[in-house]
């Protein structure tokens, strides 16, 4: 484990050794967690948008299904303005 303390405005450094283990930079987004009375923290991975390119062929229109859905709302919402 290593030791870190809380300056007086509530921060802290995370050390060399654990930043550079984390791969953890200037600018780089954390979640923070009270589990019990430990604090956890971790780093917000976003997935790199070219690693996903290819991933919704071949499957159903997600913009077909959307219309059909919105469709299928309007025709509800005429039948009730109607009274059926």
Known sequence: MTKATISSRGQI???KAVRERL????????LIDVQGD???MK???YPDWRTMEGMARGGES????LMEE???EVRHDNAR???R
């Open 43 to 45: 780093r917000i991975d």
């Open 13 to 15: 450094a995370i050390p």
């Open 62 to 65: 997600l913009t077909e299904a």
């Open 23 to 30: 791969h953890l930079k200037a600018g780089t987004e954390v």
């Open 38 to 40: 430990a604090l956890v």
């Open 81 to 83: 303005i109607q009274g």
């Open 70 to 72: 919105r469709a299928a």
